[in-house]
């Protein structure tokens, strides 16, 4: 039986010898990145030296700064605004006036943020895939109804 010699590439455990290549390739790889990168902060470094030297500034004197006496109190106002939703037992309502782009959007645009509710293009309102009835100022509102409910939620500002 030939014998050949031991060469990597005819290794006893050639699935050993990956994994030791792999692991070393791992190893080194930081090493030879961080080696290609010095040179380049040396770069930089030279065309800075390589500048003219600048004519001295001739000092000034500083000017006296103003600067309020260190023993007054600095008086600071902190306001807390609530949250947009207001939980009861048989409703959710959410503050509109809350959302900065309450002032730009439509009816439908803004009950289209609210979680769980969704507004087609033909304006039919759903709740979690539930079809409701929209009150105006608590009552059922004919602008609601039909084929115009669409265009009203579209036109009405929130």
Known sequence: MPTTPYTASHSRHPRRTLIAHLVAGTLLVPFAASAQQAPAVQEQAKPEAAKPAQAPV???????????????????????????????????????????????????DTLNKVPSVAVDADGNVTLRGRSVQILVDGKPSAMMQGDNRGASLNAMAA
């Not at 605004?81 to 782009?101: E, G």
Request: charged share 20%.
């Open 58 to 108: 001739q000092a000034q004197p500083a000017q006296a700064a103003v600067a309020p006496p260190a023993q007054t109190p600095v008086e600071s106002t902190v306001t807390v605004s609530a949250t947009r939703t207001l939980n009861r037992i048989d409703r959710q309502s959410y503050d509109v006036k809350a959302d900065p782009a309450t002032s730009v959007d439509t009816v439908s």
